[in-house]
């Protein structure tokens, strides 16, 4: 019989960490909601420690979702376990992640600390975390660069005090697939009692083979537990993608042969959700996720697939959740329509208030827009989600005028605490001159570090999805706004940055 092959999400963890990528309490459990219907055996909903917003949304996670174990991470020390335990109570099943770094390099210059010291923490950690909940998982961080007599100490001593699963992380990505499937198999092969503890791999992506290096874990290194984030969301150049992973196990069973717990179907929409939430937009070329990743354009490639659909096909786009028939509703669908592709979307609203809402929004866009596509009305659940009435600034209106030969000028209201104010300004384009017309009335000072818009449906009649990430005191954050007028959907989505400004968090970085 063919093993399972564990799949731990670390995107509201790992790849929250990724500048700009922070997410509310709210986006959180949505995406944690996205994870738990694509059978995600293990969530790592944050760090419980690093604030009280991580805190609360690993609660509230732990308390809502039921059918996947909820994880925390958490240094090796007593008190972000124990805030980890506390977090982690409601939980149906529950895990603590912890780690403490082993490299030579990360021991000396960032922990300050002697390799015995390390392996005493690391032992006194697990411990103590072992009596708080049963399912325990060690990082010895930076792991693939640490020495292998040594590592060899810490993981034994650890899964002698409970540790449950060892995860071996390529903390830089540094690793090339077949030395890293190695470097597992020797750690297994060599501690006694290695039998003891499911092994996992963790990679980073900064070479880009975090994929090739975790199945080269799984497949050499006889790694039973792949940790992954939507989108290979992620610091730097991000972690090892759930969506390439998953379809490569699945796709490559004949040569895997591991069975995979994922409902694939729900793939597409989570790598939606996380996109518009994160304002990280997906490069039409990403595999399994990316715009392209089913289109055929040369005339040979059609042909071909028109004749027999796997000459150049090696997976149903269906599988992964793209549907065949993209236009789904229009000016005349009614709420009952619409909240049953809202159910068929697997977007879960929590109240008919909320329900009535996004209809609302929905009946507006179509009055716009002839035909309403499923990216569409992700792209308005995600707005609503972000318009909560805590927010500070909200869109109202706006008009602008461009004509070639004269300066571009916009004028917008928009609410500061649930007061309308107006403001206009000229600017080099109309975009241009909402933002700042904005900008001259909120004088945030924030540095603007990227702006991108991106089709969401394709063509011109699509709504364009804009992503502003700004800068201010060294917080970075992204902002998302959609809308079919592309300078309102800007002006959406600076507005949206300027909220998360607000939201000032005092965070604990997991690798500081
Ligand atoms: O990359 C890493 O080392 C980590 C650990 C905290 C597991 O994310
Ligand atoms: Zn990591």
Redesign the pocket.
């Known amino acids: 019989m063919a093993d399972q092959l564990i799949i731990f999400d670390?995107t509201l963890?790992?790849g929250e960490?990724s500048p700009g990528a922070s997410m509310t309490r709210d986006e959180k459990l949505r995406i944690a909601r996205q994870l738990e219907r694509l059978k995600v055996d293990v969530i790592e909903a944050g760090f419980a420690a690093s604030s009280n917003g991580d805190f609360e949304a690993v609660q509230l996670i732990a308390n809502t979702i039921k059918d996947s174990t909820i994880c925390s991470?958490s240094r090796a020390n007593d008190r972000d376990i124990a805030r980890a335990a506390e977090a982690l109570k409601g939980a149906n099943r529950a895990r603590i992640?912890t780690?403490i770094a082993t490299s030579p390099l990360h021991m000396e210059k960032k922990l300050r600390m002697t390799p015995e010291q390390v392996l005493e923490q690391a032992k006194q950690s697990v411990r103590f975390a072992r009596n708080l909940v049963g399912d325990i998982e060690f990082?010895p961080?930076?792991?693939y660069r640490s020495e292998v007599d040594f590592l060899c100490r810490v993981i034994e001593a650890v899964i002698n005090e409970g540790a449950t699963t060892i995860?071996v992380?390529?903390?830089?990505g540094y690793a090339v697939p077949e030395l890293y499937g190695n470097f597992i198999k020797t750690l297994r092969e060599r501690i006694p009692n290695s039998d003891k503890a499911i092994w996992s791999v963790?990679c980073?992506n900064d070479l880009g083979m975090a994929v090739a290096n975790s199945l080269a874990g799984v497949k050499i290194g006889g790694a039973r537990q792949v940790?992954c984030t939507i989108n290979g969301l992620g610091?730097r150049a991000g972690?090892c993608s759930l969506e390439e992973v998953v379809m490569a196990v699945k796709t490559r069973k004949d040569y895997f042969n591991l069975e995979v717990g994922i409902d694939t179907q729900h793939i597409v929409a989570a790598s939606r959700m996380v996109s518009q939430t994160t304002g990280f937009v997906v490069q039409p070329n990403k595999a399994v996720v990316g715009a392209n990743a089913f289109a055929h354009a040369s005339g040979i490639h059609q042909d071909g697939v028109l004749k027999a659909r796997d000459t150049y096909e090696i997976m149903r786009a269906e599988d992964v959740g793209w549907s065949a028939n993209k236009i789904v509703l229009g000016k005349l669908s009614g709420r009952n329509a619409f909240k049953q592709r809202l159910q068929e979307l697997g977007v879960q609203l929590d109240s008919e208030t909320e329900i009535n809402a996004a209809f609302a929004r929905f009946k507006e866009l179509a009055d716009r827009k002839s035909e309403i596509f499923d990216e569409d009305i992700l792209a308005l659940v995600s707005e609503d989600s972000q318009n909560g009435e805590s927010e500070q600034y909200g869109f109202v209106s706006l008009s602008q005028h461009s004509e070639t030969g004269e300066r571009p000028h916009a004028a917008i209201v928009f609410t500061v605490d649930g007061k309308e104010v107006q403001a206009q300004s000229d600017g080099n384009g109309p975009v241009d001159a909402s933002l700042k017309a904005i900008e001259s009335h909120v004088k945030s000072g924030a540095e603007m570090v990227l702006y991108s818009v991106n089709a969401i449906s394709g063509s011109t009649e699509s709504q364009g999805e804009v992503t502003v990430r700004l800068q201010n005191s060294g917080r970075v954050v992204n902002g998302v706004g959609a809308d079919p007028d592309i300078v309102v959907a800007s002006a959406k989505a600076y507005l949206h940055a300027l909220n998360k400004l607000q939201n000032k968090v005092d965070r604990v970085a997991?690798?500081g």
Do not use: I, K, W, Y
Request: no cysteine; aromatic share 4%; hydrophobic share 15%.
């Open positions: 670390t963890r790992d960490q991470l992640h780690f990082s961080e930076d792991g995860n992380p390529d903390t830089v963790h980073h940790e610091e972690n997991a690798q």
